[in-house]
């Protein structure tokens, strides 16, 4: 009976240590008015004006070198484009959408006779599996869960995003 009790004592400890924390969190520095992803060196930074306020190691698409030109070829895309979207339930924890494909990106594939794909973040991890590999998104850019906090707290929706070969 005592141990039950313990036992009791101590779900009830732990489910209310677990519901205070959250992968929400609140970020009042400056404003991040550019993201800059630079993909040879798997860097991505949050920009104030020319100030990176943070770095961070990333992970990209499967297949990472060159532009990303069609659905399914595991590149990341290259260009200027804008977050466009919050996910707050992404099975990669939490993800940030990237306004891909855009116009250019839309001929390219289209003279190919192929669709351009859509669907890039920026999110968190993955399966244990995906750990096992640098790169191993179908395209977007991966962050740890902890770091993809930080990001989502600090981005705001409509930000510009350059990403670079």
């Known amino acids: 009976m005592r141990f039950t009790r313990r036992l009791a004592l101590f779900g009830l400890m732990a489910a209310a240590l677990s519901a205070c924390a959250s992968k929400y969190r609140k970020y009042t520095g400056p404003e991040v008015t550019r993201v800059v992803v630079l993909k040879e060196k798997r860097k991505m930074y949050l ?29 990341t895309p290259e260009g200027h484009y804008r977050i466009n979207r919050r ?38 991890e993955g399966t244990f599996l995906s750990k096992l590999k640098p790169d191993w998104t179908w395209g ?23 990403i670079h070969k």
Not at 106 to 118: F, H, I, K, L, S
């Open 47 to 75: 920009l104030n004006g020319n100030r990176a306020l943070k770095s961070y190691d990333i992970a990209l698409g499967f297949a990472p070198e060159g532009d990303k030109k069609v659905e399914g070829d595991g590149k």
């Open 87 to 124: 996910n707050p339930d992404s099975r990669f924890h939490l993800s940030l959408g990237i306004s891909y494909p855009n116009r250019r990106d839309v001929a390219e594939a289209r003279a190919v006779g192929q669709d351009p794909g859509g669907d890039i973040f920026i999110h968190g």
């Open 140 to 162: 977007c850019i991966a962050v740890t869960n902890e770091e993809m906090e930080e990001v989502y707290s600090m981005v705001s929706t409509g930000t510009i995003i350059s």
